[in-house]
């Protein structure tokens, strides 16, 4: 028998998180059936979705339930096996939640390469945030050599992989950040054209000072104000890509739409949202290509990885609605 620790979800949060959100408990696993892996999680992706996954509202996935261990994508190390398919040292990432250990049947569950990149970069680049980043921008806003990206949250884990695929196809690349620290980490080591800093810069005026002619295509990360600047600064034929809105996210109100929204018939634009499940068939390449580019250099994972184990969840994952962390953020067990 295996003993766990697991956070589950206590009550539904208004605003951010906090202490009460969030129960941990110990829960004995039993023993393995035909057919299962027994996992030791090692690191835990924390994403701005989960805060939406906390809502008892329709969304592309099921709320997590009052009770339930927190919904979360890991890297782990298969340490008992009756599944043909996983081996005793195995490598996997999987939805195994936030637990120290896990039983899974294998279902969605992958073989990562830990020879390739470290684990918190198969949460980061090469996890969810890069398979984001590299349809969202490719797919989504039909990125063409020459034209000019924008993409807000630029420092986070999806925005700077956006950014540096971007420069990779030969575009020009602004991101928006908050921060001087963060804005010279885009310009001066990932390579970003430029970098507005939404703290301390007039972001309407600034976008139209560094792409004066307009904005062919904004990856919007945060919603808002930021939104309304983008959609002021368009050019003709421009595409929105929705990929999130992290100023609402603990918001306790609905927010209200974008003020400028009327850009989009001006400039003949469009407007698109999506949820990268739908490119999950597709992955592979997105996989291999990001590969190429973080080994020969044009592509730099950064992730911010916190130390100290289950406990830390709470205050861990409200580290991504303070503007904590710089690139992914990751809990190491």
């Known amino acids: 028998m295996t003993k ?3 956070v589950r979800l ?3 949060p208004s605003g951010l998180t906090d202490a009460d959100t969030w129960n941990v408990t110990t829960e004995e696993l039993p023993a393995l059936s035909a057919g299962q892996i027994l996992v030791k999680v090692d690191f835990i992706s924390l994403d701005p979705a989960m805060r939406g996954w906390l809502n008892d509202v329709r969304s592309y996935v099921p709320p997590v339930g009052i009770g339930e261990v927190m919904r979360s994508l890991d890297i782990a190390t298969v340490v008992e096996s009756t599944h043909p398919d996983f081996a005793v040292g195995d490598t996997v990432s999987g939805t195994f939640g936030v637990t120290e250990f896990a039983i899974s049947d294998g279902n969605g569950v992958q073989k990562v390469d830990s020879s390739v990149a470290p684990g918190p970069t198969w949460l980061g680049a090469l996890g969810m945030p890069g398979m984001t980043a590299y349809f969202g921008l490719l797919e989504v806003g039909k990125l063409s050599a020459g034209e000019t990206v924008v993409v807000s949250a630029a420092a986070g884990a999806v925005g700077s992989v956006v950014g540096q695929i971007a420069k ?4 020009t690349v602004i991101g928006i950040a908050g921060g001087a620290e963060k804005c010279r980490w885009l310009t001066e080591e990932l390579g970003f054209d430029a970098a507005v800093d939404y703290r301390n810069e007039d972001v309407l005026r600034r976008l139209r000072e560094v792409a004066p002619k307009g ?5 919007d990360n945060v919603g808002g104000d930021i939104l309304d600047a983008a959609l002021a600064n368009l ?11 992290i100023s609402a996210y603990n918001d306790e109100t609905l927010s209200t739409g974008p003020s400028r929204y009327m850009s989009l018939l001006v400039f003949r634009a469009s407007m698109t949202g999506f949820v990268v499940f739908d490119y999950a068939d597709r992955y592979g390449e997105a996989i291999a290509e990001i590969s190429q580019w973080l080994a020969d250099g044009t592509l730099k994972s950064r992730e911010h990885v916190v130390e100290g184990g289950i406990g830390r969840f ?3 994952l409200n580290m991504l609605f303070t503007g904590a962390n710089v690139g992914k953020l990751v809990l190491a067990l």
């Open 314 to 316: 709470g205050e861990t």
């Open 4 to 6: 766990t620790q697991q």
């Open 168 to 171: 990779a196809k030969g575009a």
């Open 10 to 12: 206590a009550q539904r």
């Open 235 to 245: 050019r003709r034929g421009a595409r929105v890509v929705l990929c999130g809105a």
């Open 215 to 219: 904005i062919d295509i904004y990856f």
